[in-house]
């Protein structure tokens, strides 16, 4: 009834796609038509489906454009897309997010989907989580989309800058989100048209839409040029801090989102360094350095945030539990870390400009997606997109037994149990698949069961390059496989290797065992993680291993709980401690809900001043405005250096000076607000609105922006030489951006006025009237 009732009222993740089904049945009848094609008669034979449609043969609207696809598959691929496959290209080509579980075959859908919009004469990308996703979809789906006509290429991490024009002028592009959203950056910077890339923002078909579009939704791409590392303070803070201890110098908070200093703490500091006040101003960097130090010593953990490879810092994506490509930390913390690890300090950057992958896929006429986990993130896909979403059952009905979640108080505990289970089911040449939260955790579990004997392969972060035949093998009998997070893998573990020559075997065993260690921070991770077993119908089995030592447990279970489940010395039941575990992901859950709409929230004022500077920036190229704006601040200078050059070379040189200076005002700009924006959360402590209080700073602050651009451009003017003027930016000291990162971000540390309040008010409840606190 709840389901009738939601799908009623069009609730975000109830869209039916059984309107699609009359298409996807008469595509079948068709089939001895579509298959009776030459291979030159596809592309003719599936562009009059599109341009036409059906009418004249009296079929379904799309049927004869299905067939045609299906034939290509099959003809080109060596694969028959099933009705679910054919359903779910139907789902994606009428503008829907759609839930397809694991090994249901979403690479040939969104292929299929991709060549139907370039049909339509629609540019087209598909845009995954990685380089490797993307160059392996890109050469897989190559022939089809060549047996339609369709040119297609792949952007990655090293393709050259002199291709990637080119690249995107094909019909479809497959490439990871980052790599589009460093190129609009780049782009943003140019001094001529002709120098931009011009990635056409027309069609995204975006895979693993959940965590494309949610979690890295969060994480602003950054396009930053070089700027000189300040290392004045970094290896003293790193030394003052390993000075201080735990609870007497520094606290930490309950979420372990931030540690402070204590009184104490304080005043070890300012007498370590020679009795200075570290709340003067003129110690204000000696304080930075230290709060920087003490979050990078207590907060970021080894082998959990991070690696450390060939003599540099590593970032590791907590979603996916893999190297996290082009990432560091902000504002310091990326150099507190590197003294942390007795590393070379980098330069720090300086940030040119930002983009969220939110803003850049909200940049397309069109946006669809796919994932094995829709349904969970559809309320945010509707809200922040517009998109809705449905899903599309499975070929084969569900063979998969999941376990209930076996809870223990301790690490130690759970990981005796997690050893005996594994030892129980290889018995038996039952294939396993232990999931972990980190590399760290990975490493201890395979530790101890190589100590018993046993043969295992490892997959995280240290070898992703070998992910592909790590995965291939995961289901052959009698292996055992320890993952971190499998989001985004992009392989199926298949029972019996990668031919299935073993699957009956395999599946005699009992199939795919999935072992997953802790929770992870959303359902969403969980199901993707027991989504590798029971692929395509194949039996196998799920069960969970939680602890209350876990940091889900630690950083989101509410105080009461964990005060209740182990206030009975271990002889609280399953049912009681599994509480703490899902009130725990629950908090974990809101929180991440809360901070994405935080950053999509503060970001719409400096999206919309970025449109006009980038609106004025396009002027400036063209060559409207510089006369005019120059003219009236330096007519004199203006005129000496046309008549000791010419009137192409100064305005040539006139256009490259403004656009520098805009480039560098704007770069201020988001300076100075960045730094606004990690304090503003303390206006939540005055009982004012952080995000109002925001808007209105950076409304003021943008006050006279242009002005002061023109001055400074006029005041560079009218000290050049004709020499100078000639030699071009370089000679002036003007730099361009030449590195590309994205950052790692925190949100309010403090919540809402609504979150403090009730947690205010639930303490005292449980302490003041239950006495269980």
Same mark, same amino acid.
């Given at each position: ?89 139907? &789902? #994606? ?6 839930? $397809?579980?694991? *090994? =249901?075959?979403? +690479?040939?859908?969104?292929?299929? %989907? ?120 970094? &290896? #003293? ?6 000075? $201080?201890?735990? *609870? =007497?110098?520094? +606290?930490?908070?309950?979420?372990? %989102? ?516």
């Amino acid at each position: 009834m709840k389901g009738w009732f939601d799908r009623a009222i069009g609730a975000p993740g109830t869209v039916s796609f059984d309107r699609f089904q009359a298409a996807v049945d008469d595509a079948r009848t068709l089939e001895p038509w579509a298959r009776a094609l030459s291979d030159a008669e596809l592309r003719p034979a599936a562009r009059a489906a599109v341009l036409h449609g059906d009418q004249a043969s009296g079929r379904t609207a799309g049927a004869g454009l299905l067939a045609v696809l299906r034939t290509a598959a099959e003809r080109t691929l060596g694969q028959r897309p099933f009705d679910q496959q054919m359903l779910a290209c139907c &789902a #994606l080509i009428s503008g829907h997010a759609i839930e $397809l579980d694991t *090994g =249901e075959g979403k +690479t040939l859908v969104g292929a299929m %989907a991709a060549a139907a919009y370039a049909l339509a004469g629609r540019r087209v990308h598909v845009l995954t989580v990685n380089d490797y996703l993307a160059r392996r979809d890109a050469e897989w789906m190559r022939p089809l989309y060549a047996a339609l006509g369709m040119s297609s290429g792949c952007v990655g991490q090293d393709t050259p800058h002199g291709e990637r024009r080119q690249l995107y002028r094909a019909d479809i592009v497959h490439a990871p989100v980052s790599e589009i959203g460093y190129d609009v950056l780049r782009d943003r910077f140019v001094t001529t048209a002709g120098a931009r890339v011009a990635p056409a923002q027309d069609v995204a078909i975006v895979d693993e839409a959940d965590a494309v579009m949610i979690d890295e939704a969060m994480s602003p791409l950054v396009l930053a040029g070089t700027a000189p590392a300040a290392t004045g303070n970094v &290896a #003293l803070a790193d030394q003052l801090v390993q000075t $201080l201890r735990a *609870g =007497e110098h520094y +606290t930490v908070d309950d979420d372990h %989102a931030t540690v402070s200093l204590t009184d104490a703490g304080i005043d070890a500091l300012e007498w370590r360094l020679g009795g200075v006040n570290l709340y003067d101003a003129a110690q204000a960097e000696t304080l930075t350095r230290i709060n920087l130090a003490l979050h990078a010593h207590v907060l970021i953990v080894r082998d959990v945030d991070y690696l450390v490879q060939d003599g540099e810092v590593i970032l590791i994506s907590a979603a996916r539990g893999r190297v996290a490509e082009h990432q560091r930390w902000p504002d310091g913390l990326h150099a507190a870390i590197e003294q942390k690890e007795h590393l070379a300090l980098s330069s720090p950057g300086m940030v040119l400009d930002n983009l969220t992958v939110q803003d850049l896929l909200r940049g397309y006429a069109t946006v669809v997606g796919m994932s094995g986990t829709v349904l969970p993130v559809a309320e945010e896909l509707s809200e922040f997109y517009g998109l809705s979403s449905g899903r599309v059952p499975r070929r084969l009905p569900n063979r998969r037994v999941d376990l209930p979640q076996r809870v223990f108080l301790d690490d130690e505990s759970r990981t005796q149990a997690l050893v005996a289970e594994v030892q129980e089911r290889h018995r038996t040449g039952q294939p396993i698949l232990v999931g972990t939260q980190s590399v760290a955790e990975s490493e201890r579990v395979a530790a101890r069961l190589t100590g018993i004997g046993l043969e295992v392969d490892v997959l995280n972060a240290r070898n992703d390059a070998a992910e592909a035949s790590v995965i291939s093998a995961a289901g052959e009998f009698g292996s055992i496989t320890i993952s971190t997070q499998m989001s985004g893998r992009g392989t199926d573990i298949r029972l019996g290797g990668a031919d299935e020559r073993d699957h009956d075997r395999v599946a005699r065993a009992g199939g795919l065992a999935v072992l997953q260690v802790g929770r992870y921070p959303s359902q969403r991770l969980d199901a993707q993680l027991r989504g590798r077993s029971g692929r395509q119908g194949d039996p196998g089995v799920a069960v969970t291993f939680t602890s209350l030592d876990d940091e889900l447990v630690l950083t989101h279970a509410p105080a009461y709980l964990m005060t209740k489940a182990t206030r009975q010395d271990g002889a609280a039941d399953t049912h009681a401690l599994g509480a703490v575990v899902d009130a725990a992901q629950r908090i974990a859950e809101g929180a991440r809900r809360d901070r994405h709409r935080d950053t999509w929230d503060f970001s719409r004022a400096i999206a919309r001043q970025r449109h006009t500077v980038l609106a004025e920036r396009d002027e400036v190229m063209r060559g409207e405005h510089v006369r005019e704006q120059l003219g009236s601040r330096i007519p004199t200078q203006l005129k000496a250096l046309t008549a000791a050059t010419s009137v192409q070379t100064v305005d040539d040189a006139a256009r490259e000076v403004i656009l520098w200076c805009l480039d560098d005002a704007w770069s201020d700009h988001l300076a100075q607000l960045g730094e606004i924006r990690d304090g503003i959360h303390l206006q939540a402590l005055a009982g004012l609105s952080p995000r109002d209080e925001f808007h209105r700073i950076t409304l003021r602050r943008f006050e006279g922006f242009f002005d002061t651009v023109y001055d400074r451009a006029a005041g560079i003017l009218r000290t050049i030489t004709a020499a100078q003027l000639t030699a071009g930016g370089a000679a002036l000291g003007m730099r361009r951006p030449s590195a590309t990162w994205t950052y790692m971000v925190r949100e309010n540390p403090f919540g809402g006025s609504l979150e403090r309040g009730a947690r205010t008010a639930g303490r005292w409840f449980r302490s003041r009237v239950l006495g269980i606190e």
